[in-house]
């Protein structure tokens, strides 16, 4: 008897400060609050597209990402068109958040697959990309995929 193939679940990401967070990730992903609790010292948000739980985050943590520790590399989220992609870019700048290369880019040399790279408050590295349409400008890295060295 054989496995089925397993789909990735909801991504749930330790965080500092709820409120920061929760907006954050609302305003750059378009999620809605799904369920929540804010009082307390177990404070926790549910978030989501169409009553579909894609990230929680929970505030039980301290200072920044560490990157340079055995786990979590970074968080991708397909969009449906460049344009979406563009449309995150913007609002990041926005933000005032931290863009990891300038802008829009494509995933290697001769990619037309792409997105943007950025953290959230706390230093996870996320990125935003799309199947198509990124190979307008130069790939930022040479002999390695873009999204593995960031």
């Given at each position: 008897m054989s496995t089925?193939?397993?789909q990735t679940g909801h991504i749930g990401l330790n965080v500092?400060?709820?409120?920061?967070?929760?907006?954050?990730?609302?305003?750059?992903f378009g999620f809605e609050v799904l369920g929540d609790q804010t009082d307390?010292?177990?404070?926790?948000?549910f978030l989501?597209?169409?009553?579909?739980?894609?990230?929680?985050?929970?505030?039980?943590?301290?200072?920044?990402?560490?990157?340079d520790r055995p786990g979590l590399h970074h968080l991708s989220f397909q969009a449906p068109d460049i344009?979406?992609?563009?449309?995150?870019?913007?609002?990041?700048?926005?933000?005032?958040?931290?863009?990891?290369?300038?802008?829009?880019?494509?995933?290697?040399?001769?990619?037309?697959?792409?997105?943007v790279f950025f953290t959230d408050p706390d230093g996870i590295r996320?990125?935003?990309?799309?199947?198509s349409g990124a190979d307008t400008a130069p790939?930022?890295?040479?002999?390695?995929p873009t999204c593995g060295f960031f």
């Open positions: 089925p193939a397993l500092t400060d709820l409120a920061r967070s929760t907006a954050f990730y609302r305003r750059v307390g010292d177990r404070s926790f948000a989501g597209h169409d009553g579909v739980l894609q990230v929680t985050l929970w505030q039980q943590s301290s200072g920044t990402f560490p990157t344009e979406t992609v563009h449309r995150a870019e913007a609002t990041l700048r926005e933000l005032g958040g931290e863009l990891v290369y300038d802008g829009v880019v494509p995933h290697g040399e001769g990619a037309s697959s792409g997105g996320l990125e935003i990309y799309a199947p790939a930022p890295t040479q002999g390695a």
